[in-house]
């Protein structure tokens, strides 16, 4: 081919019994595709079922794209590799840095299957810029900077895409705006048509004995479109246009297009070889946010300056004039994607940004002092402002930080739904209970779960609204703790229901399936359940404290790498589009 990639279908290598193809469905959900399944909407899903294992596939608390998708690459919780949102701390201040592949420690399993001697094919995982070189051809996912010209291995791999498949971009379709929910519709079917292409072309460019692709579009379609797909579900459901009718059916349309993908790509694997399908976390209604630094300011617990212009900005927060109204109007007008569309987004949104800064409250007008509690991040995590750990730290770490973690639990147990008046928190963990490993205590102080996951945390902004619980505007989907998974392939339980596997196991079964012995570092267990007796003692499952001998060592150093600034913002832009960070 003139773009320098190779067009023909590629044989299985002699070094693997049965090589192993894992499908990514970023935010898919059992809750759809069981009874799509059932009504012969989905044959390729079907055919899984019948012919393999299935069932959910617990995610990591909280449910979040960068902290799962970095548990399965790794096998590990975030306490070993380190990843617990979109964004982390910047040592020595209260701003964040935005998540990238150089903060995920340990190694992923598309490293250790190439030191092994492996080839790999990964296209398209989540939070994998900057890439690793792998034994093989590699393409990084979500989290890439647009103009990224250093997104693939072997280096020109990525050139050699671009001319092969021209509309291929790393960056998710354009912001959604009510009133072109059509025009937003069309670009989740172009995405996922691109990402099939894309795949299919690197599925035969080289040989390889682990291929991996991820379809983002279910995820996306979600958040934006459940209202509608619940709306069209309803007994006596009569839509009052096409338009209507095709908004009710988008996100089944869309899981369609991914299960018709599913099938091509499945048609390169032979009969001793391994599919495995998975989601990340699954997916709900979200009807309201909680503003985690808003209650705790009403709460005592976070105090502001008593500056001039901390006052004028606190008056303007209490008339409602906040970044989220403003934010609303910008999207109406469309006017964050018009400056993307000619190119002037980078520099716009970082000025956007400092602009926020100094006309709403931000974290520059807390009063740090007097402040003993704060969030940041996407599900509202909290954390104590600790004497030596944070820059301006007045809680002494020990019995006086355990304290005011207990006395801020029993305030969250305490709350109540408005509406309901029913509980409006469920389960509350402090780091111990959900994280182990040697950065575990990067880790948020406290994290909580809504009783109903219609309800979310609110961290996209630090002080976007000036009342703690509000209704959401747009965003009518948002995550679930409980993914998919699905196996199928030689000495796999056919027709077999799997319960509650966590997607830290992902990881270590497909290292079995090829024969390799398991890292003790990782936290999950081979899917043994999934398996045959004789297929179990074909593969003698092994746990390995060091790499075997002749591969190079592992690294699992703590240098990282951020990324441009405006390249920072553009993608903080992006996600904040997707309704993700600040």
Known sequence: MSNGLNNKPQPALSLSKGRVMVIGVDGATLDLIEPWVKAGLLPNFARLMQEGSWGNLISIVPPMTPT??????????PGKHGLYDFVGRREGSYSTWLTNASHRKGNSIWKLLGQAGYQVTVFNVPVTYP???????????????????????????????????????????????????????????DLNRTTL????????????????????????????????????????YQPN?????????????CYQQIDQAMGELMQAAGPDDYVVVMSDHGFGSLDRYIHVNTWLMKRGYLKFKNTPLTLLKRAMYALG?????????????????????????????????ALIKKAFLSFDDVDWSRTRLYSFGFAGPIYVNQQGREPKGIVPPGAESEALLAQVTQDLKALRDPTTGKPLIGDIYGRGQLYWGARANQAPDLLFMPRDMKNAGFGLLEF????????????????????????????????????????MDIAP??????GQPIPDIMDGSVLEKA?????????RITRASAPAAGTPPLSDDDTSTDIDAAEEEIIRARLRDLGYVA
């Open 197 to 236: 292409k894309t795949a299919k072309v690197l599925l035969g460019n080289k040989p390889w004995d682990f291929y991996m692709a991820v379809f983002m579009g279910v995820d996306i379609i979600g958040h934006f479109m459940w209202k509608q797909m619940v709306d069209g579900q309803q007994p006596g």
């Open 241 to 253: 246009s096409q338009t209507e009718a095709t908004l009710a059916k988008a996100i089944q349309t």
């Open 321 to 353: 004039i906040t970044p989220i109204t403003v934010y609303q109007m910008l999207r109406a007008l469309r006017l964050g994607e018009r400056m993307r569309r000619t190119g002037r987004g980078g520099n716009s949104n970082q000025r956007a940004q």
């Open 131 to 189: 890439i690793d070189k792998v034994n093989g051809q590699f393409v990084s996912g979500l989290l890439t900077p647009a103009g990224a010209t250093d997104a693939s291995w072997p280096p020109e791999l990525l050139g050699q895409l671009k001319r092969a498949v021209p509309e291929f971009n790393f960056s998710p379709p354009g912001v959604f705006s009510p009133g072109e929910e059509l025009d937003f519709v069309q670009q989740i079917t």
């Open 464 to 503: 976007g609204s000036n009342d703690w619980f509000t209704t959401v505007a747009d965003r009518t989907g948002t995550h679930r703790m409980s993914g998919i998974v699905l196996l199928k392939g030689p000495g796999i339980l056919q027709g077999a229901h799997l319960s509650d596997s966590s997607i």
């Open 68 to 77: 799962a998708w970095s548990s399965f690459a790794t096998g590990t919780n």
């Open 509 to 514: 079964t497909v290292l079995a399936l090829m």
């Open 531 to 539: 398996m045959t007796p004789e297929l179990r003692a074909s593969l």
